[in-house]
């Protein structure tokens, strides 16, 4: 059965940078399950999975355009510190934040005395991604997946 819209992919992956390090992998958890054509995994990838099938290896480069998208220095800002929980802030953390459109991380890039410089760009904006897939498994998407646009089951989502 080949990779195509509708279906339910399982894949095991590593993703690296541009220098070799993981960045993030399925071998030490379980493998990555996702409904093909539904935008579920960044484009790049998407795109490059279809028509493989069970046991297809791939080695796939993915710019940031077909990825997180590039670095939108609009999304670059110094926020007070009075705006933070008590406590300290370090470079690195995160925090959730209500935006204007809608829910957002914060990742805090630089602490001053009174200002916090705080970045909500996806960490992967503006890198090139490098992955290498092995197809575990392909199967037909149930009606329940199809309606909702995302995998149920085991290692998918679970509606209470």
């Not at 991380?105 to 503006?126: S, T, Y």
């Not at 998407?141 to 646009?149: P, S, V």
């Amino acid at each position: 059965m080949k990779i195509e819209a509708n279906k339910v992919v399982t894949i095991e992956y590593t993703l690296t940078d541009d220098q070799g390090q993981v960045i993030d992998s399925s071998a030490k958890a379980v493998p990555h399950m996702y409904l093909h054509g539904a935008r579920n995994i960044v484009p790049g990838l998407e795109d490059a999975l279809a028509g493989l099938e069970v046991n297809d290896r791939i080695e796939v480069t993915v710019p940031p355009d077909k990825g997180y998208g590039n670095v939108d220095e609009e999304l670059i800002h110094t926020v007070p510190r009075t705006q933070f929980p008590e406590g300290p802030i370090k470079k690195g953390m995160t925090f959730h934040a209500r935006g204007e459109n809608g829910p957002a991380l914060l990742r805090v890039v630089d602490v001053a005395h009174q200002e916090i410089l705080v970045d909500a760009n996806h960490p992967l904006a503006g890198k090139t991604l490098h992955f290498s897939v092995r197809v575990l498994a392909v199967r037909d998407a149930t009606e329940a997946e199809l309606t909702h646009g995302h995998v149920h089951g085991p290692g998918g989502h679970h509606h209470h």
